[in-house]
């Protein structure tokens, strides 16, 4: 832009100094001096506005929807007193995952002293993570002729969240009755740990004698037996299988749109599961517990982070170093691609 605009500025010299040589008019004189003397005050008066120029990223959103438009809005500023501003700002907002990001160029003007918002829309026809960076801003001086450019590289993400649907999945009897150690127990069945009672009532025929509370018995003169409380452990494992192989333009959303739907079914069916997934920059296993759909939210929005792997090995051996000693009833995995396989194969009706 610059190089185009210094070319005009001489081609426009040119002419004029063609005319000054052919006409003896003393207005032609005043009109050289002035295109001769013209470029060192725009480069001073370009070089100061460029310090009293600034952007700010306070109006993007955090969060969005798949589908809807998102207004991102970037603020400039201008601390002149005296002089306005005419601007080109250069943005561009992209997911995260892919190289190719949408470009665009907003022109405008800020008033001295005085700060404007410059409004964009960002397509959310995917989930994860949309970033928008303002990367430059191009000053004009007050006719217009030069310019000059000021980096910026500011960003802010916007998070497209999937949509929770509910999904067929047929939770069977063994993972109804799997028990798995936890912290927590089942307040509304009984189960089988005898660590932790689940609720005291009067004896009744059948019930083992080693289950008599004979404290509790003294104490009500009849025979009270302790029911053993149901460990709320996480019984199913999605895992989450972010390989670079299976990367593609719409991989991630797909993957984010599987995870969501099969979580939130399972936490409405009151299945206490475990969404995991491997950090290869941080060579570790991601785990995410899941008991309600509120669970399902905050592990969707922490799962948005997430980066595809490269080193399958390395995969392995925290995959197995994380979920060493730990059972589960069933194993879901979720692939680079969205698919949702169980025992290594892909269900029309997933059975957990």
């Known amino acids: 832009m610059i190089i185009r605009r210094f070319a005009g500025y001489l081609v426009a010299l040119a002419g004029i100094l063609y005319l000054f040589f052919m006409y003896n008019e003393t207005v032609l004189s005043g009109i050289l001096i002035f295109a001769l003397v013209y470029p060192v005050f725009s480069l001073i008066w370009l070089l100061r506005l460029r310090s009293l120029v600034s952007t700010a990223m306070e109006r993007i959103p955090p969060v969005g929807e798949k589908n809807q438009r998102i207004r991102a809005g970037i603020v400039v500023r201008n601390r002149s007193r005296f002089w306005n501003c005419r601007y080109i700002l250069d943005v561009t907002a992209g997911r995260r995952q892919e190289k190719k990001n949408v470009r665009s160029r907003i022109r405008g003007t800020v008033g001295a002293a ?11 026809d995917l989930c994860g993570k949309i970033e928008v960076r303002a990367e430059y801003i191009w000053i004009f001086d007050p006719i217009g002729i030069f310019c000059i450019r000021k980096k910026i590289s500011e960003k802010q993400s916007v998070k497209v969240m999937p949509k929770f649907e509910l999904m067929p999945v047929e939770i069977t009897r063994k993972t109804r009755e799997y028990q798995a ?10 189960g089988d ?10 004896y009744r025929t059948r019930d083992p004698v080693r289950d008599i509370h004979w404290k509790m018995s003294a104490k009500e003169d ?8 149901f460990p709320l452990g996480c019984v199913v494992l999605i895992w ?21 739907s099969l979580s939130v079914t399972l936490a409405g069916e009151k299945c206490v599961h475990m969404a995991a997934w491997y950090n290869e920059a941080e060579a570790r296993v991601i785990k995410w517990p899941v008991r309600d759909e509120m669970n399902a939210y905050e592990m969707i929005w922490s799962l948005m982070d997430a980066e595809y792997y490269h080193d399958a090995e390395k995969k392995k051996v925290c995959y197995d170093d994380a979920f060493r000693g730990q059972n589960f009833s069933t194993i879901v995995v979720i692939d680079g691609q969205g698919n949702m396989i169980r025992d290594g194969v892909r269900e029309k009706l997933l059975q957990i």
């Open 193 to 202: 740990d005898p660590s932790e009672i689940y609720q005291i009532r009067e």
């Open 114 to 124: 005085e700060e404007t918002t410059v409004w964009c829309g960002l397509e959310t």
């Open 240 to 260: 989450i299988d972010l390989s670079e192989k299976e990367r593609s333009r719409d991989s991630f959303s797909r993957v984010l749109e599987s995870a969501a």
């Open 222 to 229: 009849t025979l009270m037996v302790k029911e053993k409380g």
């Open 181 to 190: 150690d936890a912290d927590e127990y089942s307040g509304e069945k009984k």
